[in-house]
T-cell receptor, first 113, second 112 residues
């Protein structure tokens, strides 16, 4: 079965610093990967997705992620964070049957001034 | 605007009562999903449906039931058999052709 591991449950960072949120997935023949963001008491919003092609994927709000097949990783990065980036971030992979998304346990990003 | 509407946003129920959470979408998506979110647990799949009148159990279906009588609607019933129903419930949908899921704003259920 597919699985997703988010390696850090909490990441504190100062405003304007770079950040990386780490995600590893269990290997499969084909992989569809996603990053979502959740603000308090709200639903999830798609940041970016990898389906195929270029391994560097650019998303909304200045975020990007790199698909690394040999490392089975899909880490999320932003070169300079803002206070407004404070939220919970979820990495997800589509399951092998293609019927649903499997989520990691989330990483709480806290940006302070 | 197209989207997914979950209602109500907050719901309180007494222990032992069944409760139904509403989820409606106007995105013309074929597939719909229910996830449960608990602090530190991420999102866990309860049920999903890829077509009207058909649905499948997810990882934590015990104590829950669903129906899919219309393409746009996928209500979730939390029954008295669910041992720990207090949680944040998220409904999502996707088209068969696309791969990402679009989420509603969630319903926070508190059982007292």
């Amino acid at each position: 079965a597919q699985s997703v591991t988010q390696l850090d449950s909490q990441v504190p960072v100062f405003e304007e610093a770079p950040v990386e949120l780490r995600c590893n997935y269990s290997s499969s023949v084909s992989v569809y990967l996603f990053w979502y963001v959740q603000y308090p008491n709200q639903g999830l919003q798609l940041l970016l997705k990898y389906l195929s092609g270029s391994t560097l994927v650019k998303g909304i709000n200045g975020f990007e992620a790199e698909f690394n097949k040999s490392q089975t990783s899909f880490h999320l990065r932003k070169p300079s964070v803002h206070i407004s980036d404070t939220a919970e971030y979820f990495c997800a992979v589509r399951n092998q049957a293609g019927t649903a998304l499997i989520f990691g346990k989330g990483t709480t990003l806290s940006v302070s001034s | 605007d197209g989207g997914i509407t979950q209602s109500p946003k907050y719901l309180f129920r007494k222990e032992g009562q069944n409760v139904t959470l509403s989820c409606e979408q106007n995105l013309n998506h074929d597939a719909m999903y229910w996830y449960r979110q608990d602090p530190g647990q991420g999102l866990r799949l309860i049920y999903y449906s890829q077509i009207v009148n058909d649905f499948q159990k997810g990882d934590i279906a015990e104590g829950y039931s669903v129906s899919r009588e219309k393409k746009e609607s996928f209500p979730l019933t939390v029954t008295s058999a669910q041992k720990n129903p207090t949680a944040f419930y998220l409904c999502a949908s996707s088209s068969v052709a696309n791969t990402e899921a679009f989420f509603g704003q969630g319903t926070r259920l508190t059982v007292v």
